[in-house]
């Protein structure tokens, strides 16, 4: 069976779609048979991806919704579309109407045409939106829970005041506190009684891409390093349980300059050609 990881907010739109298609986008090579994650835009209150895109919503979480208490419900990739990110993401329709009630489809009976054949192994990341009385019942479906907040006293009194709830839907929830935050991790992790924290820096550029803004890749070539895209990275290697990925520095990245051959110095010398 697949592994499901819910994204959510408490309140108001920190960043919970564009850090899960990041998560994805970034996913560790080492796990799942180097196959990224499958997104499912699972937002009761409408989706954002397919304007945000101008793709067409179907297929999509309707048709895999429509299909969930068929004996052979539809594939989980066939009913993705793939991203420019790269990230096989299920999309759906604005409306509000329609995705609360496939919402509720798809949690129904677990949740069990997301986690598809005993044989999956991989990891789907569920965007649930905001917690709401509709997404309750897929949060709690999840096998893990990454709540996304904005990192200002207002945002964190938000995650403050649903901390039981999110103890409950959990036993173990991860934050990712998107932008900038004066409060130290040590602090957050205290007063709001949560062992796991990711801080995931504002980045103009990456979020224009992940919201279609910028057809630019999320990599950008060279030496430059996003803070965001590492952040990502421990980020997805913690939910899926492999090793933080070493970052090389600027040692590591200035031996590349010299590790390949230097036809003229073996000119000089003659060496081979
Ligand atoms: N790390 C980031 N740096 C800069 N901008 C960001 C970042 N994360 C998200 N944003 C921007 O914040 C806005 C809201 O992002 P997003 O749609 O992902 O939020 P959301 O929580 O899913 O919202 P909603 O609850 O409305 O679905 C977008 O304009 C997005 O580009
Ligand atoms: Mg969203």
Request: aromatic residues 4%.
């Amino acid at each position: 069976m697949r592994k499901l990881v819910a994204f959510a907010s408490v309140k108001g739109s920190p960043g919970v779609t564009s850090s899960t298609l990041l998560t994805a986008a970034v996913w560790p090579a080492s796990v799942d048979r180097g196959v990224r994650p499958i997104v499912i835009e699972a937002d009761a209150a409408g989706g954002d991806l397919a304007a945000r895109f101008s793709y067409s919503y179907t297929p999509g979480l309707l048709d895999l919704a429509a299909s969930a208490r068929l004996p052979q419900p539809e594939p989980l990739a066939s009913t993705a579309q793939e991203l420019p990110c790269g990230v096989r993401t299920v999309i759906s329709p604005a409306d509000t109407d329609q995705c609360t009630e496939a919402v509720r489809l798809v949690a129904g009976y677990r949740a069990a045409v997301l986690r598809g054949d005993p044989d999956y192994r991989d990891t789907v990341l569920v965007d649930t939106g905001q917690l709401s009385g509709e997404s309750v019942p897929l949060v709690a479906a999840a096998d893990e829970l990454v709540v996304v907040s904005r990192g200002g006293a207002d945002a964190l009194a938000h995650v403050f005041t649903r901390r039981e709830q999110l103890n409950e839907l959990a036993s173990s929830w991860t934050l990712a506190v998107v932008g900038g935050c004066p409060y130290p991790r040590e602090e957050i992790a205290a007063t709001l009684d949560v062992e796991r924290i990711v801080f995931l820096p504002w980045d103009v550029r990456s979020a224009a891409v992940l919201c279609g803004r910028s057809l630019k890749p999320l990599r950008p070539r060279g030496f430059a390093r996003r803070p965001l895209l590492t952040a990502a990275e421990r980020l997805a290697a913690q939910l899926a349980g492999v090793a933080i990925p070493e970052r090389p520095g600027l040692g590591g990245s200035l031996a590349r300059l010299s590790a390949g051959r230097n036809p003229v110095a073996e000119l000089v010398s003659g060496g081979s050609r």
